[in-house]
């Protein structure tokens, strides 16, 4: 197995993720520029009216997007199709009564709905300040999460910097998702906790199983260094992380490219967490334990710099080569003393003579 030399480029995956998150930052201060704001927040979070039509009738999500757009004046309201049915959902910006009702005659009109049969089947409206207090229960929800991850991976591992490092690591990976909504303009709704939630729970399961592997590897590696430790331990576990992602991957973009536009949101965010969440626990998570520990000595004595036979392990199985030979050489060596020792001890006395 070739070993992965993760510390030595550790610089090189700083200025990476580091340059990931400039990018989507840009994005936010160009949208902001251009007054869109820094995200596409959804009705959820700022607040405004949703509405439930019935079109009884076969139709185009554009031509009613169309309608709402003439009739409210809001260029990007959320029209969706509700699956299996001919009903649509429009979400859009705080509405006046005389507005809803002008816009359901737009609908009934369009596509022949008898007044006394009128399309609108429910009407909901998000207060503002309701909407802050999700914003502050999501933000709330994160911290709490990653929080408890810190506390579990600390005692988990004895050890506070193998914790700090995996939230460090997780915080990444939810900075990554909250600049995809940013870039992608996806819509800032309830989903968001749930995707971000989900990346947390995903891809500190990744890490764990890395640094699992360095605590087995401490117990198997002679005085190993911590840039050993863990370009060891990445190497071992970084093709099962890999192939792990994958079969999530392939399940998140065929969602992706076959579902409707509610469930394209939540998996783009989902894919793009996922394959960032494999990138920290492969690359930076373990670089952040190393610059953490960094000047430590690993078992109370500095390994130094030692030739390739330190990274033998400490235990030979049975009828291998390290400790059979030990053994053979131990052997041979008190064979080869016992005889001197015995040809000294054995010499006869020279007998008395008898005088008379």
Known sequence: MRTLNIVKHRNLIFLISIGLMVIGLLFMIVHIA?????????????????????????????????????????????VQKIIGTNQVSIKTKALEQATVTKLTDSID?????ESSATSLLSQSNFSAVMSAEMRNTAVLAIVVACICILLYVSIRFRNIKT??????????????????????????????????????????NATIVIFDRVRENKGLMRRPTNEELINVSVSQTAVRCVFTSLTVVFTT????????????????????????????????????????TMGKKAFGKDAGERPAEALRPAKAVAGGGDVADNNVNAGSAVSNARPKAKSGAAKKAKPRSRGR
């Open 34 to 78: 251009l007054g869109n704001g820094a995200f596409n927040y959804d009705v959820e979070f700022t607040g405004g009216t949703a509405l439930t039509y019935d079109i009884q009738q076969p139709f185009n999500n554009d031509d009613v997007q169309k309608i709402v757009q003439d009739t409210t004046g809001e260029q990007s309201p959320q």
């Open 109 to 113: 009109q369009k596509y022949g709905i």
């Open 163 to 204: 914790g700090g490092s995996a939230v460090i690591a997780l915080a990444h990976d939810t900075f990554l998702v909250v600049m995809a909504y940013a870039v992608f303009r996806i819509p800032l709704n309830y989903s968001f906790i749930a995707a971000v939630l989900t990346i947390l729970g995903y891809s500190i």
């Open 253 to 292: 973009v065929s969602m992706y490219i076959l579902g409707v536009p509610s469930i394209r949101d939540f998996m783009l965010p989902i894919t793009i967490g996922v394959v960032a969440g494999t990138y920290s626990s492969i690359f930076l998570s373990g670089s952040l334990w190393y610059v953490l």
